[in-house]
């Protein structure tokens, strides 16, 4: 196998491992993990929203310029995920109607789509030189740790058990793979592909965030509570605004 290939499998390997951080929430019991993936879930809805405006919209107009593609696939990766939630939802509600799973399959529907493009830009750096991979590598590997924290906790509020919500989060890395190898496979045309779908995939960051975490937090948290939620949520922003200085 060529040495750009190992290189690009090792790294998406090491990044893969980051969707296993919720190990460290195993041996904690269940009333104290409430109190930790709540508070992560309003984190959470502040990183999908930062994720998606500050990183992935600026990078499709960077990639496919300043006309209406980018908004017209943001519009259409909401519209996509107001589709997918109906489905879910009425899936769920003639079998389970208190349960709110089809949140945490959205986030890793939304999750899969990101680990996709991850792997694609991985795979694409590595093909200009080992570098230039390395660095696409760190740069992915720092955002992954807010991002695959925020993920699981989302998973585990939405009523999947923690050591299936791990399996979940792990399954959902595999797109990753599939990224790094048809980059390296098809090369250029990859990369041009994949700019298309980040929009994609900010659109629906942003339904999930806006149109399926926040109107939870209004129906159940008191009006005290929210100032709590809404400094949360501008953590979660500000670690991904942090993430652009490292970039």
Not at 87 to 111: F, N, Q, V, W, Y
Not at 181 to 196: H, K, V
Request: with cysteine.
């Amino acid at each position: 196998m060529d040495t750009i290939w190992i290189y690009a499998l090792v790294s998406i390997a090491a990044i893969s491992g980051m969707s296993l951080i919720g190990l460290v929430t195993l041996s904690i019991t269940g009333t104290n993990l409430q109190r930790i993936t709540k508070p992560m879930v309003s984190v959470a809805v502040g990183v999908m929203l930062g994720n998606a405006l500050i990183h992935m919209i600026p990078e499709s107009f960077e990639k496919l310029g300043n006309g209406t593609t980018v908004p017209l696939l943001v519009i259409s990766g909401v519209f996509l995920f107001f589709i997918v939630e109906r489905m879910l939802h009425c899936r769920h509600e003639c079998s389970k109607p208190h349960e709110a799973h089809h949140i945490g399959l959205m986030s890793m529907t939304a999750d899969m789509l990101e680990n996709f493009i991850d792997g694609v830009i991985i795979g694409a750096a590595y093909l200009v030189n080992t570098e230039a991979g390395i660095a696409a590598t760190i740069a992915v590997l720092v955002h992954e740790i807010p991002t695959e924290l925020s993920d699981y906790s989302v998973l585990v509020h939405s009523g999947f058990e923690r050591k299936r919500a791990l399996l979940l989060n792990l399954a959902s890395s595999v797109t990753a793979f599939i990224g790094v190898i048809l980059a390296l496979s098809l090369g250029a045309s990859m990369e041009n592909f994949a700019a298309y779908v980040l929009p994609v995939a900010a659109g629906c960051f942003i339904y999930l965030a806006a149109g399926g975490l926040i109107p939870r937090y209004l129906k159940s948290t008191a009006l005290s509570g929210s100032f709590l939620h809404l400094v949360l949520m501008a953590v979660g922003v500000g670690a991904m605004l942090a993430l652009t200085l490292l970039e």
